[in-house]
């Protein structure tokens, strides 16, 4: 384990278990039909590789990178959209993926973003989903794990741009943050 890291949240292998659940919902949901999976960068890219390969319906990869924290532990509520979809998703059926989903500022921006563009549908799935932390309401359709309210790290998620790498998800020690 990272020196950094206080416990093991959800380790590698039920990650890895969970992802492919996810996946079985996907595929029923959308079977037959064309998807495109929109990675939200950076945080989801480490989640979004592992799940598109748990599905097996026509799925066509995108990403937009948005950025709202900075360095700082706290969502500043400003959303910036730093890259957008290289897809026309008129007429398309859209998966949003996130990493985590916190005040829900960043999805409520990108949803309603995407929404303006009049797609078939616009679904949401997170690995991580903290409610205690929400400050709008928005429709989360799949969820891997709802977390408590720690500072959670690995797996893309990022304190400062560090520990992305990490293989689990963990709660970083205070002591780093403080
Ligand atoms: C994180 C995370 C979500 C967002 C969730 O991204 O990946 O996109 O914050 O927070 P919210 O629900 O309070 O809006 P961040 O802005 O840290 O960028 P990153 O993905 O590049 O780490």
């Known amino acids: 384990m990272h020196k950094d ?3 093991i949240l959800y380790s590698e292998t039920l990650l890895h278990k ?11 949901d959308y079977a ?7 990675g939200v960068m950076k945080g989801a890219n480490v989640f979004v590789a ?33 890259k957008d979809l290289d897809e026309n998703i008129s007429g398309e059926h859209v998966l949003v993926v996130e ?20 797609p078939a549908s616009v679904k949401v799935c997170t690995l991580l989903n903290k409610v205690e932390r929400r400050k ?3 429709k989360v359709d799949y969820i891997g794990f ?23 998800i963990g709660v970083l020690k205070r002591s780093v943050y403080e």
């Open 32 to 38: 037959g039909e064309k998807l495109i999976v929109v």
């Open 50 to 82: 592992d799940l598109i390969r748990q599905l097996d319906i026509d799925v066509v990869l995108d990403f937009i990178v948005v950025s709202s924290y900075g360095a700082s532990t706290e969502s500043t509520g400003i959303i910036r959209l730093l």
């Open 99 to 118: 990493d985590i989903v916190d005040s829900g500022l960043t999805l409520d921006y990108i949803v309603n973003n995407f929404k303006t563009r009049k």
């Open 5 to 7: 890291v206080e416990s």
């Open 136 to 138: 709008v309401d928005i």
């Open 146 to 168: 709802q977390v408590p309210d720690e500072f959670i790290i690995g797996y893309g998620i990022d304190y400062a741009e560090k520990y992305r790498n990490l293989p689990y």
């Open 18 to 28: 969970r992802i492919s659940e996810l996946g079985n919902m996907i595929n029923k």
